[in-house]
Nanobody
Framework: QVQLVESGGGLVQAGGSLRLSCAAS????????RGWFRQAPGKEREFVAA????????YYADSVKGRFTISRDNAKNTGYLQMNSLKPEDTAVYYC???????????????WGEGTLVTVSS
């Protein structure tokens, strides 16, 4: 059974940092791209960052470029999202997803985690 499990969310003050993890099991994602998405209350889900698992190419939304870093650990089959200089507007549920497309589509990616809540206080 394929699973993506996010962890690392929590409450942080503005300017702080968090690192999210996305552990995969039941599948080897070497041919897939892994992405991070977020959905704030009352808003549409939006793309945050993506990584092409096999070669490590990365792609970011303009809103997080320079503050967030996506990475992967092949041995652990785990992806990461390092979030620095967090802002209150980064508050959202963060989801990881995997798909053959790069970047994964905002809706309709093959595999999704259940999300982890990030709250940034001002």
């Amino acid at each position: 059974q394929v699973q993506l499990v996010e962890s690392g969310g929590g409450l942080v003050q503005a300017g702080g940092s968090l690192r999210l993890s996305c552990a995969a099991s039941g599948f080897t994602f070497s041919n897939y791209a892994r992405g991070w998405f977020r959905q704030a209350p009352g808003k549409e889900r939006e793309f945050v960052a993506a990584i092409r698992w096999s070669v490590g190419n990365t792609y970011y939304a303009d809103s997080v470029k320079g503050r967030f870093t996506i990475s992967r650990d092949n041995a652990k089959n785990t992806g990461y999202l390092q979030m620095n200089s967090l802002k209150p507007e980064d508050t959202a549920v963060y989801y990881c997803a995997a798909d053959l497309n790069y970047p994964p589509p905002v809706y309709g990616a093959d595999y999704w985690g259940e999300g982890t809540l990030v709250t940034v206080s001002s």
